[in-house]
Nanobody, 114 residues
Framework: QVQVVESGGGSVQPGGSLRLSCVASGTVFSANHMAWYRQTPGKERELVARVWGGATDYADSVRGRFTISRANAKNTVGLQMNSLKPEDTAVYFC?????????WGQGTQVTVSS
């Protein structure tokens, strides 16, 4: 049973930084696509950043402020978030695609407020 767990959320003032981490356990296979999404009440979940192979991609709203990276540990991905804005407030979800199946974490809350 694959489990995806996010960590690192919290509250920060505008302009601050947070780092999220995500680990998928319960499998011997490696994820070939890892991504971060976010969702606010009443809105659809939106893609924030993704990494696959040697490529990365970002939403326009976070490009230049957020950095997604794969860690050396298997099925571990991080999201460094700098220069945070109030509009970045959301629940952030990690997804990992492993052997064609997409697995989601439960989400971690990020709140940016003064």
């Amino acid at each position: 049973q694959v489990q995806v767990v996010e960590s690192g959320g919290g509250s920060v003032q505008p302009g601050g930084s947070l780092r999220l981490s995500c680990v998928a356990s319960g499998t011997v296979f490696s994820a070939n696509h890892m991504a971060w999404y976010r969702q606010t009440p009443g809105k659809e979940r939106e893609l924030v950043a993704r990494v696959w192979g040697g490529a990365t991609d970002y939403a326009d709203s976070v490009r230049g402020r957020f950095t997604i990276s794969r860690a050396n540990a298997k099925n571990t991905v991080g999201l460094q978030m700098n220069s945070l804005k109030p509009e970045d407030t959301a629940v952030y979800f990690c997804s990992q695609i492993i052997r064609g199946h997409t697995y989601w974490g439960q989400g971690t809350q990020v709140t940016v407020s003064s």
